[in-house]
């Protein structure tokens, strides 16, 4: 082998051997699945066993006027429809102050100012060790009749005020996440305070923040059903008063879980395909 | 080499100290470097060689002592900060490009942002010294997507955008696989023949006695020895330079 001198294989050359159908994984893979199936028949045959012992009466065939009626060609919404319509409404303006909240925190406790940080932690500290349920109350019995708000505003700024403090702990999260060099980068170029976040750091933490971000966004979705207990008109509250009149409790619990699961799965396969975007042209 | 009657004195560092906590990283440092100087800073690690240059663009604040920078004295101001280190070009370890942003952005950036220039003339800068540097070709390209040492070159053609008065590199060939310092070397050489102002932090000796008007050698935290390379390389005056040599050539 000594003093031997060979000219690489192109690599253009270099063939990859593909392998043929392989039929022993894929009828591992469709057991697994049909496992899977088993246990969800298994669990559903034992709802079905159990409402049938307590003589239930399933009536399946009377939800479709809970979402929508048509009188004289015309469409009405029913109550579900507009129940959600509101959450999403209360959702997405609490998620959008959230993220300002959360911005703002995490500046503040980041930044050099003491009254910031002692005003930024006071907040946090307060909002993550009490209950949302009281937070709620204090914001529907105290806050609303002092700043003269309404139900449903108390509802969103209680939701932005709670998830503002998570969000907040992602940001500065993701903020410090964006490697120590970058900031020097930044410096080393003369850039101001402001410009470096705004073209350096602030999106180079976005990836980082996005992801967790998002699971915040979807846990606000299904802690806005909590605002039904100040009888703010959203799913949750449609949902109960739909069962106040029909009794159907448990097709309209379905109903109701069915239809938050609907709106956060989208919103997550959303997301993930924003991300995957947002990476390619990078790569 | 140097026409010294002509030149004056851009950076000025007098009486220098910077202390992390208790422990003393900088110990009276005193340097000037003259306009158009190449100045190569040499010592073992820890001896405070980086720390010292980037006191000269307050990436890390001093504590006592002087600097001035083409006469303006450096404070912990940041609006002072910010003029200074654009006029003080800055070349790192680890390149620092902005990975979310091309070639070309990462150039122009600073020009736009800082001295209000307009796109159209930040690019037509940036292509000049992307040409300068042999990456023109790549400018559409993101930092991940180029090897070490075009992105070193990328990185000095950046701080050259800035139009700076003095060029800082701190050890900007130590990163790098060993096929790619050359290139590097050879962008610096040349800027150095331009007759940039340079601070250079590098254990390239060769680079040193290519280049080097003065060798600052550092040890703990001082000043040990200032001299021609010449005279450092072949008979250097303190026993720790010497040591230091013997380490470093001796193998």
């Known amino acids: 082998m000594q003093g031997r001198v060979s000219a690489p294989t192109p690599r253009a050359m270099r063939r990859r051997e593909h392998q043929g159908f392989d039929l022993a994984g894929f009828s591992r893979t469709l057991w697994q699945v049909g496992q899977a199936v088993l246990v969800f028949a298994i669990i559903a045959f034992l709802i079905w066993r159990g409402a049938q012992a307590m003589e239930y009466n399933w009536q399946w065939y009377r939800v479709e006027p809970f979402f929508y009626r048509v009188i004289d060609g015309e469409v009405i919404w029913g109550p579900l429809v507009r129940g959600l319509i509101q959450t999403l409404k209360l959702a997405s303006i609490a998620g959008v102050i959230a993220i300002v909240i959360g911005f703002v925190t995490a500046f503040a406790r980041l930044s050099d100012s003491i009254s910031g940080r002692i005003i930024a932690t006071t907040y946090l500290e307060a909002i993550r060790n009490t209950p949302l349920l009281v937070q709620l109350f204090l914001f529907y019995f105290v806050l609303a009749p002092i700043f003269g708000i309404d139900r449903f505003w108390a509802g969103v700024l209680c939701l932005a005020f709670f998830e503002g403090s998570f969000a907040a702990e992602i940001i500065r999260g993701g903020i410090i996440g964006v490697d120590k060099g970058q900031y020097e980068g930044a410096d080393a170029i003369g850039l101001s305070i402001a410009d470096k976040y705004r073209f350096i750091i602030i999106p180079q933490s976005l990836p980082l923040i996005l992801p967790p971000l998002t699971g915040l966004i979807i846990s606000l979705i299904k802690h806005s059903a909590i605002v039904s207990v100040i009888a703010v008109s959203e799913l949750t509250t449609a949902g109960l008063n739909l069962i106040a009149d029909t009794f159907m409790a448990f097709e309209v619990w379905f109903l109701v879980a069915g239809i938050y699961l609907a709106v956060t799965v989208t919103l997550s396969i959303g997301v993930s395909l924003f991300e995957r975007t947002l990476n390619k042209d990078k790569r | ?251």
């Open chain 2, 1 to 251: 080499m140097l026409d010294t009657s002509a030149a004056r004195p851009l950076v000025e560092i007098t009486g220098m100290c910077k202390w992390y906590g208790e422990f003393s990283a900088l110990h009276d440092i005193n340097l000037s470097v003259m306009e158009g100087e190449k100045v190569v800073v040499c010592g073992p690690s820890g001896s405070g060689k980086s720390t010292m240059i980037r006191c000269i663009n307050q990436l890390e604040a001093h504590q006592k002592g002087k600097i001035l920078v083409d006469g303006t004295e450096v404070t912990p101001d940041m609006k002072n900060i910010e003029q200074i280190r654009r006029e003080v070009g800055m070349v790192f370890q680890s390149f620092n490009l902005f990975p979310h942003m091309t070639i070309l952005d990462n150039l122009i950036l600073g020009p736009m942002r800082n001295r209000g220039v307009s796109r159209k003339e930040a690019t037509d800068l940036a292509m000049h010294y992307l040409e300068r540097v042999q990456i023109a070709a790549q400018a559409a390209k993101y930092p991940p997507q180029l090897s070490g040492g075009q992105q070193q070159r990328v990185a000095i053609a950046r701080a050259l955008c800035m139009k700076p008065k003095v060029m800082l590199f701190d050890e900007p060939t130590s990163a790098l696989d060993p096929e790619m310092i050359a290139g590097v070397l050879d962008v610096m050489i040349e800027l150095a023949e331009d007759g940039m102002t340079m601070v250079v932090v590098t254990h390239e000796m060769g680079f040193a006695r290519k280049v080097a008007d003065r060798v600052v050698f550092m040890d703990e935290g001082e000043i040990i020895e200032v001299a021609h390379p010449e005279d450092f390389f072949s008979n250097p005056q303190s026993d720790r330079a010497q040591l230091f040599l013997s380490q470093l050539l001796g193998h």
